[in-house]
């Protein structure tokens, strides 16, 4: 019953670090999205994928980048981490976009 | 542009009583409605979702109610309790889109 697994929990990051936070979703979803939330903002989506090999941005895709080279695995890297970067990090699965997405625990990253 | 807007961002309620929380759409492509709830330190979790060919869904204590042509749709928890505590946010998506549009999000705290 692992769903949608990303890691790690809590990071912190100083200004102009880079670093990977990890995705993996064991429940055969094509879709998969990457959101940051902010308090009072509610969830903005960073990119999404539709399936292996294929990725898009979504609303604010800017210091960020993706990658889906397996059904399972959808990485974000985050380059030269700047404070504005300073977010709570949720990843997500979908079957479809008229379907359930299943979130995972969140990512904590302060960039200080 | 936020294409779901949400009211209130915040909302006190006593024991027992009933909660409302608001949201509206501009696109009407959008056939697919969900509402989350998300506890302090977790990812959001789908709590009910509604298709636009209703006007009512309920489950439980919780009801969405659904003017399609006021573009509108609410979320009712009737006899609401400590427990229901959280942030609401509502969403849309349409089957030819690939992405959920989430509303900024409801935080509710439901005094004993």
Not at chain 1, 67 to 84: G, I, M, N, Q, V
Request: positive net charge.
């Amino acid at each position: 019953n692992a769903g949608v697994t990303q890691t790690p929990k809590f990071r912190i990051l100083k200004i102009g670090q880079s670093m990977t936070l990890q995705c993996t979703q064991d429940m055969n979803h094509n879709y998969m999205y990457w959101y940051r939330q902010d308090p009072g903002m509610g969830l903005k989506l960073i990119y999404y994928s539709v399936g292996a090999g294929i990725t898009d941005k979504g609303e604010v895709p800017n210091g960020y980048n993706v990658s889906r080279s397996t059904t399972e695995d959808f990485p974000l890297r985050l380059e030269l981490a700047a404070p504005s970067q300073t977010s709570v990090y949720f990843c997500a699965s979908s079957s479809g976009s008229m379907n359930t997405i299943y979130f995972g625990e969140g990512s904590w990253l302060t960039v200080v | 542009q936020q294409q779901v807007k949400q009211s209130p961002q915040s909302l006190i309620v006593q024991k027992g009583g009933i909660s409302i929380i608001n949201c509206a759409y501009e696109n009407t492509a959008f056939d697919y409605f969900p509402w989350y709830q998300q506890f302090p330190g977790k990812g959001p979790a789908l709590l009910i979702a509604i298709r636009p060919d209703v006007s009512e869904k309920k489950e439980g204590r919780f009801t969405i109610s659904f003017n399609k042509s006021a573009k509108q749709f609410s979320l009712h928890i009737m006899d609401s309790q400590p427990g229901d505590s959280a942030t609401y946010f509502c969403a849309a998506s349409s089957r030819t889109g690939n992405q959920f549009y989430f509303g900024t999000g409801t935080s509710l705290t439901v005094i004993p």
